[in-house]
């Protein structure tokens, strides 16, 4: 079960909508779209039956928390094999053939990037989107789970030192 917050954007995500075309659709302004996605307001039984139809699923699907399955139908295996080649393309700015492991492998150097600027308190241009990385985050924890996720960064940082 997700927060509501990360089940409207898991959904947003896999219809393949903007914030700008849900927000369009669902006759809500886009910033209030933002806002709820963000965690930081909440919804009128109206603004719930709106964003539900404009999804096309029940409302009580993103009152419950309920992610919608992966587009493959199943969780990709996670391979020691898979798991080498993605740490890999994330520690040495590489790409990988597998459309999937790419969108990780964009998604994983995305948070990293954030990791190591909160770090080192380098908060200078250019700027990471908070919204990107917001998806980004939903889309990797809902896809792999945070135990893989903080296994795929500690992969990382041992390739980027070693």
Same mark, same amino acid.
């Given at each position: 079960m997700l927060p509501f917050n990360q089940t409207v954007l898991l959904w947003r995500l896999r219809r393949g909508l903007t914030q700008a075309a849900l927000a369009q659709k669902a006759h809500i302004p886009r910033p209030n779209l933002s806002a709820i996605e963000q965690g930081r307001r909440e919804v009128s039984l109206g603004t719930l =039956?709106?964003?539900?139809?404009?999804?096309? @699923?029940?409302?009580?699907?993103? @009152?419950?928390?309920m992610a919608p399955a992966p587009a493959s139908g199943a969780l990709p295996s996670l391979s020691r094999r898979t798991i080498e080649r993605i740490a890999?393309? @994330?520690?040495?700015d590489r790409s990988v053939t597998e459309p999937t492991e790419q969108?990780? @492998?964009?998604?994983?150097?995305?948070?990293?990037?954030?990791?190591? &600027?909160?770090?080192? =308190?380098?908060?200078? =241009?250019?700027?990471?989107? &908070?919204?990107r990385t917001l998806a980004a985050w939903a889309q990797l924890t809902h896809r792999y789970g945070r135990t893989a996720i903080q296994m795929f960064a500690d992969r990382v940082l041992e390739r980027q030192r070693a």
């Open positions: =039956r709106s964003l539900a139809l404009a999804l096309d @699923v029940r409302p009580g699907i993103l @009152v419950d928390g890999d393309a @994330v520690a040495f969108r990780t @492998v964009e998604a994983l150097q995305m948070l990293l990037a954030l990791r190591t &600027r909160a770090a080192r =308190r380098q908060w200078s =241009r250019p700027r990471i989107s &908070r919204r």
